[in-house]
């Protein structure tokens, strides 16, 4: 964050309360009703995961034990049970009126739009499924999507976890070399993709990403690729590998079964930057993830029957998982799916959705907010938004600026401003207001949310006082909790459960975000502590892009760093030393921009590329990116230099 809103955010004083009329109405609907269900929570957890799993949840067979938490940090939750994330989502709701409900409203970039009823979703989810089965996918099989946002990327997503094979969405923006990386790393058996999908205005092709990321056999385990045909423009198919959505799955019978699928088997797997390494995949498991799903999305949203749900995320990113897909259809609500994103020739594009499908929860990230606010609130004033009801913000710090400015000029005041914390690895939201309940701080996710024991500390593992730094972490499991590293249970462990010794002896879980507590408990989450860049809410690891950048054959060396970015939150720069003999210029600057982008994806390419002679180094080698932070921020480099092992990098730096 820049230091500007550090300042502001510790200045903040403003406390807006929950407006009346919707917390008359509300689930949670006042301070006392939240503290009540905390102290529940608190007294007797076991007992109050029990009560909402079974409430809340189909089962077809009971659990038995809530929790098992004998071997930490590997948590069990609900065993004995069995229950299916697709039936929870869609066959649960077709005995009554909600059949007939609109589950899903998807609109086109190109301004096409379709509508599904609870009963047609069902149908096609289970079509999809069949063919999924067809193309010998059964249970525990991996099955990645890589997808423009079609209905069908839902579609898909629900038909695997029907049939109990998990999938692992890979963001349509990521590069063939980074699908490559995730199809390896998972072992994966089937490809779901579609032709291309439409990106501010012009249709961009996405099946050849998947041919070149399969190319020489590179995947040997991917078996076929499932193609929807989205933009109609040339695709080459492979024989024996490819096939046509249209023409598999149109053709199935719309009866399949939901598996029943014990509690802990896995859900899907998800891949996220760490500070270490390449991404990991984090691996989330049926009943905890439902259930975390399910509860948030009713208890931050508030969830009415006539509400109409509106997550702005792509489906490859959790959020979309959790508030476009499993959450507000396993809660039977409507929830819309927007292929396009706002641009210079259609800044209204967002409010436009609002008006024509008369959105009354509307949950977006700081960064797109920041965006608006620069095109001047001409922009939405044009537009009728008076169904709206509730704002929610995710990913990233919001500045109080963009805060007030969305609850202003977006909800008029009317709507209360719910700004989430959570992660990948916590499945669902963790850290959030209740809009019928918390008054709410500009800038502060205000308070964990029923049964988290989120807090901040020290090193050792204490709570910090108020107003003093720490680390965010959480004291107990909840059942949305990654479960593990796909393949890696060791690095599990020391991602997350090994930085802080808890002081009672008892495992921490280490977000890798830095935060501080006022005295009313409200979180104030600061950023990560960690090597990851958060560039528009995307997780980066510094490292990956290093990695990149040497993969290039000009590069010997690159350190990677954020800075403050008044619209991105942060941008990325790349301090790099050449082979020995070449120098650096602008066109090897923008090579070596384009190589990031192949080898991760467009949203990884450096802002800007330093070439220097050296690096700035400990004696035992470990490059210092404190410095680094410092310089790429055009900040004076202050603390102890007195590891260096070499000063006059740093005037050369400097320059
Ligand atoms: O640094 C925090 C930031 O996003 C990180 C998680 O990123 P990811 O796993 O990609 O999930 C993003 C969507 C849930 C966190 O470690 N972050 C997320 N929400 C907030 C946030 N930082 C501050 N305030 C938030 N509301």
Redesign the pocket.
């Known amino acids: 964050m820049p230091d500007a809103t550090i300042e502001s955010v510790l200045q903040e004083g403003r406390i807006f309360q929950p407006p009346a009329e919707l917390a008359a109405r509300a689930r949670i609907g006042s301070m006392e009703a939240y503290r009540e269900l905390v102290a529940r929570a608190e007294a007797d957890p076991d007992a109050f995961w029990g009560e909402h799993a079974r409430e809340q949840l189909h089962w077809f067979e009971p659990f038995h034990t809530v929790l098992d938490w004998s071997n930490p940090p590997f948590a069990r939750w609900f065993e004995g049970g069995t229950t299916n994330l697709a039936y929870n989502c869609l066959d649960r709701h077709l005995d009554g009126p909600r059949a007939e409900k609109t589950a899903l409203i998807w609109e086109g970039e190109p301004g096409d739009s379709r509508r599904f009823t609870y009963r047609e979703l069902q149908a096609e989810v289970c079509k999809a499924a069949n063919a999924l089965k067809a193309l010998g996918v059964g249970k525990g099989d991996l099955v990645a999507l890589y997808m423009p946002m079609v209905p069908e990327a839902a579609i898909a997503m629900l038909a695997c976890a029907r049939i109990g094979a998990p999938h692992s969405v890979v963001f349509g923006g990521f590069s063939a070399e980074a699908l490559r990386d995730r199809l390896i790393d998972g072992g994966v058996k089937v490809v779901i993709t579609a032709d291309g999908g439409f990106r501010k205005d012009k249709a961009v092709a996405l099946k050849p990403a998947v041919d070149q990321a399969l190319a020489g056999g590179a995947c040997p385990t991917v078996e076929q690729v499932l193609v929807v045909r989205r933009t109609g423009e040339a695709t080459p198919m492979e024989q024996g590998r490819d096939r046509w959505w249209h023409e598999l799955v149109d053709s199935q019978s719309s009866d399949c079964p939901a598996v029943p699928m014990a509690s802990e088997d896995r859900l899907f797997v998800l891949y ?1 930057s760490g500070s270490t390494g390449k991404p990991k995949g984090v691996v989330h498991t049926t009943a905890g993830y439902n259930l975390w799903a399910h509860l948030t999305f009713q208890w931050i949203f508030d969830i009415r029957d006539d509400d109409i749900h509106w997550c702005t ?1 792509d489906v490859g ?3 979309g998982h959790s508030y476009i897909v499993y959450g507000p259809l396993s809660n039977g609500a409507t929830t819309v799916m927007y292929e396009g994103a706002p641009r210079p020739s259609k800044p209204g594009a967002f409010w436009e959705v609002i008006q024509k499908h008369k959105v009354s929860i509307f949950y977006t990230a700081p960064t797109a907010i920041r965006a608006f606010m620069k095109s001047g609130r001409e922009v939405p004033d044009q537009y009728d938004m008076s169904t709206l009801r509730i704002l929610g ?6 500045n109080p600026e963009a805060w007030m400015w969305y609850r202003e000029v977006i909800g008029h005041g009317r709507c209360p401003v719910i ?8 499945g669902g ?1 963790m ?2 207001p209740l809009p019928g309940a918390t008054p709410t701080k500009p800038g502060s ?1 205000t308070l964990p949310l029923p049964g988290i024991a989120a807090d901040i500390v020290d090193n050792e593992g204490h709570s910090v006082g108020v107003d003093e730094g720490g680390y965010l972490a959480v004291r107990r499991p909840w059942p949305g909790m990654m479960r593990t590293v796909h393949g890696d249970p060791e690095r599990f462990r020391k991602s997350y459960w090994e930085h802080i010794l808890g002081a009672d002896g008892r495992p921490l879980y280490f ?3 830095g935060a501080r507590r006022d005295a009313d408990g409200y979180f104030w ?1 600061m ?2 502590v960690d090597d ?1 860049i ?1 560039v528009s ?3 980066l690891g510094s490292m990956e892009i290093e990695s990149a950048l040497v993969s290039h054959p000009s590069v010997a060396e690159a350190a990677v760093v954020g800075r403050p970015d008044d619209l991105k939150g942060e941008g990325i720069v790349a301090f790099v030393t050449l082979q020995t003999g070449l120098s650096g210029d602008a066109a090897l600057g923008a090579e070596l921009r384009k190589h990031v982008g192949a080898e991760i994806g467009p949203i990884a390419r450096p802002d800007e590329i330093r070439f220097s002679d050296a690096l700035p180094k400990t004696r035992s080698g470990k490059i210092m990116r404190r410095i680094l932070r410092a310089l790429a921020a055009g900040e004076e480099v202050s603390g102890d230099t007195s590891t260096l092992e070499d000063r006059s990098v740093l005037d050369a730096l400097r320059v």
């Open positions: 996220t995320a990113w959790i959020t913000t995710v990913g990233e710090p919001i700004d989430t914390w959570w992660q990948t690895e916590t939201v850290i959030s996710a977000a890798g975000d989450v950023g990560r990851v958060s809410g995307h997780r």
